[in-house]
Structure formats: C-alpha cells, structure tokens
C-alpha cells in the first residue's frame, strides 16, 4: 500500500493548487486541510465514498462553501473565497453533481446561458455546434425543454453548457452518477475527448475504476482528509484501493 499523503509540494505547472484546505459544512469539517494540485492540462480524479468531503471541496473551490482556512490558487492568483461568477469569468467552470440543468429552458436555451459570459456571437454558434457534434442527441432534442430529457441526456447538457463558458478548468462533480452503463461510457469517452483537447480536468467520481482508468494522476479521500495520491494507474492497481473502492479483497 502507498504511504498516506499528509501534504504536498505543488508543482510549478499547477493550474490549481489547495493548500491546507479547510471547508466546514452545517457545522461539520467535511475538508481537513488538504493538499491537492492539478498541472495544465492534467485530469486529475478525486475519488472516496460517500461523505468523504469530494463534494464539499469542489464547492469551496468554486466559491460555493466558505472557506474556513486555507488557500486555494487558481493559474497562480490566490482565489480563496471568489464568486463562482467571477471565477467562470476566469475560465473556471463546473458541472454539479445533480447537473442543474434548467427544465423550464430548451437545450438551446441551457447552452447559451453557459455562454452568458462572453459576447463573441459567432464563435459561440460554432461552439454549439461542436457540442451538437460531442452530443448527437442534444441536436436531435435542441428545442426540447430540458426538464423532459433523460438524466443521461441532462447530464450531457450539463457539461455542454459548462463547455460554452470555455473553461481552462473544468471542475466534473460525480458526472455518472445514476446514469445507465451506456450512457456512463459515452459520458467518460466525452471527458476524455475534452481532456485531449486541452481542458485540464479535476473529477470527482465514485466510479473508482473508471475514473482511475482515464485519469494521470489520483487522490483517494476519506473522512475528509487525503490519505493516498499518485499515478493514477498505481492506485488503479494498489491493494488497497482495490479492496475498498473496486471490491476485490486487498489479500
């Protein structure tokens, strides 16, 4: 088994970098002061059960959960405690877990509310295009309200509308989560397609294997803390993971 990570020294490279991270939710420390970075270009997952602290972390990363000490550095400038609106304005942008698309609104609708930040017209009716290329469905459904959708295609126009914003860093929060086996693959082969496109990636997933299987590197959280990190295909392989996260037993 790895050695327990208890901190970090960043990387010179990093896009984002935690130090010491602390965020207390309804009274609870759900982040224990982590250590975490994520280089240019890099997809990075964040994996652990239920409770670890995942969510919580991306929220206040975003601006959406106070921070109670700690900092967090997004392309080199202290953000700690930003508004998520400014730091989309930053190129930083994330698809929630539960997707928060809105139902009233068709998919078309729901994209051009990611691209509210900018103002360049045509090339956002070409980027709309592309995600009607990365998502064939949406097109066929694109006046459709997005409350009708199913949760796959929900989740689809969730990244999608993410995507519009033109992040550097896309922040995934449990992107197949309640979602049917054919629609998870064609969720992560998109992740990757993004990744290789040159959109650093942090994904938080329960999908220990498949989050693993596509990511560089890995960070395994529990109880609120870090406790392993490293190449993702060493965790992949690692006893003790596999017997907590993949359900084989660490003997």
């Known amino acids: 088994m790895s050695d327990p990570v208890t901190g970090s020294s960043g990387s010179a490279s990093a896009l984002l970098e935690l130090s010491k991270l602390e965020v207390a939710y309804g009274g609870i420390q759900a982040v224990k002061g982590i250590d975490l970075h994520v280089d240019k270009g890099e997809l990075v997952c964040l994996i ?10 991306l929220k206040g990363i975003c601006g ?15 953000i700690t405690g930003r508004p998520a609106f400014e730091l989309v304005r930053n190129g930083l942008a994330m698809v929630p877990e539960g997707r928060g ?56 126009l969730a990244m999608g509308r993410a995507l519009l914003s033109k992040p550097r860093l896309l922040l995934l929060d449990e992107p197949s989560m309640g979602l049917a086996p054919l629609m998870v693959q064609k969720v992560f082969e998109t992740v990757m397609t993004v990744s290789q496109e040159g959109v650093t990636i942090l994904l938080i997933e329960q999908n220990a294997k498949l989050a693993l ?13 870090i406790t392993l990190a490293g190449d993702a295909k060493t965790l992949l392989h690692d006893p003790a993971v596999r017997a907590a996260y993949l359900g084989e037993s660490a003997a």
């Open 64 to 78: 959406l959960q106070p921070v109670k000490r700690g900092t967090i550095r997004y392309d080199g400038k202290d």
């Open 48 to 57: 652990g059960a239920n409770g670890a602290g995942k969510t919580t972390t």
């Open 101 to 156: 698309v809105f139902g009233a609104l068709t998919i078309e609708e729901n994209l051009a509310m990611g691209a509210y930040v900018r103002d360049d017209r045509a090339a956002i009716a070409t980027d709309i295009e592309r995600i009607f290329h990365l998502f064939p469905r949406l097109k066929e459904r694109r006046r459709q309200t997005a409350g009708t959708l199913s949760g796959g295609e929900q989740q689809m």
């Open 213 to 225: 299987e596509v990511s560089n590197r890995g960070y395994v959280m529990e109880s609120g803390a």
